[in-house]
């Protein structure tokens, strides 16, 4: 072979391999990553303030895993804020209180954003919005034995006597009201501990409960029907009714909403009032010596209208009389018989 073929053919083997070691070097430098130095969030070594561990919207009791305390920077403590130590800021002596204005989770609570019981304003800050707050009487009997705190959930049961035109009355009871938050028992709007911190168990006379405009308006009507009794809900009925609600399509979750958004969503319809199923159970369902219907009664137009019918007939019946006054008495004589 020609030499100067061979020369040519060597160089650019020795092009090939020199350019195919830079390309190599390149594309590994630049896929090798850049140490740089990692940049740490300085932690606050502030005093402690009361943060939210969650969103706390208007309205909400706050409970003890509702608030913690963290450190916070001490250039940015606000006098406004609950520091861990200060009288009246520990976390038990403000459990029960109520949020004025909402919170985000993890910002600080200030001592404007809670009204404690007793303030002024602290009922109508304890409603939801559009709620409305209604009081009913209640006893020993009626209000489950004082079992019954600030809180809980409870059903109303409205018992009657339904009259017949004939026969004894149909005794009856019926469920009107489902799913009402009570708000205070007499006066008190959380619960009494003991010195154990155990929740006492004391009769009250009054319950107030949250409820909708048109459901306070039925309560306060049922109250003058009959007797109101209280019936205690469990703690998983509102997951079973929402379930429910989801399966009856009641609950509509627009699309594209946030795992936030579906959760308030949820969590309004599980906490809702309602009005509308109703049960009922009469005198006949626990005797059989109750009657469990009862017999149509007359309309009052036309009783009234036989009412006067027989007044009239009564009164043609009597025939001429005559009417004689002594002292103011008035008599009426019938002459038709003399």
């Known amino acids: ?13 020795l092009i090939a391999v020199i350019t195919a ?44 895993d509702s608030v913690r305390y963290q450190p916070w920077p001490k250039e940015l403590i606000q006098a406004a804020y609950f520091k861990e130590g200060d009288e009246g800021a520990s976390i038990d002596s403000l459990v029960g209180t109520v949020v004025r204005n909402a919170v985000t989770a993890g910002q600080p609570l200030t001592q404007g954003s809670l009204v404690k019981p007793g303030d002024r304003g602290f009922l109508a800050a304890a409603l939801g919005p559009g709620m409305r707050a209604v009081t009913v009487p209640v006893s020993a009997l009626t209000g489950v034995a004082g079992f019954v705190f600030p809180g809980d959930r409870v ?16 005794k009856v009871s019926e469920t009107i009201v489902r ?18 911190g155990n929740t006492v168990v004391t009769e009250y006379k009054l319950v107030t409960v949250e409820a909708t405009p048109r ?15 209280l019936s205690l809900r469990a703690l998983t009925d509102n997951a079973a009714e929402l379930e429910q609600a989801m399966v009856s399509g009641e609950v509509n979750i627009p699309e594209g909403a946030t795992a936030e958004q579906e959760q308030a969503i949820m969590r309004q319809v599980a906490e809702r009032p309602s009005a509308d199923r109703s049960s009922y159970a009469t005198g006949g369902d626990v005797s059989r010596f109750q009657r469990s219907s009862v017999p149509p009664q007359m309309p009052l ?32 004589i019938d002459i038709s018989r003399r």
């Open 1 to 13: 072979m020609d030499r100067k073929k061979v020369a040519l053919l060597v160089a650019a083997l």
């Open 21 to 64: 070691f830079m390309a190599r070097s390149m594309f590994t430098g630049a896929s090798t990553p850049q140490a740089e130095a990692a940049t740490v969030a300085p932690v606050p070594t502030g005093p402690k303030v009361l943060v939210a561990t969650r969103a706390l919207p208007p309205g909400t009791l706050i409970t003890a």
């Open 155 to 170: 059903d109303l049961v409205l018992t009657q006597n339904v009259n017949a035109s004939s026969g004894p009355p149909l």
């Open 179 to 196: 799913n009402l938050r009570v708000l205070a028992t007499d006066q008190r709007v959380t619960p009494t501990l003991d010195d154990k």
């Open 215 to 229: 459901i306070a308006e039925k309560i306060t009507v049922a109250q003058s029907i009959g007797t109101i009794s």
């Open 301 to 332: 137009a036309v009783a009234a209208e036989q009412a006067r019918t027989q007044k009239q007939v009564e009164k043609i019946a009597k025939g001429p009389v005559v009417r004689v006054s002594r002292g103011g008495t008035v008599t009426e």
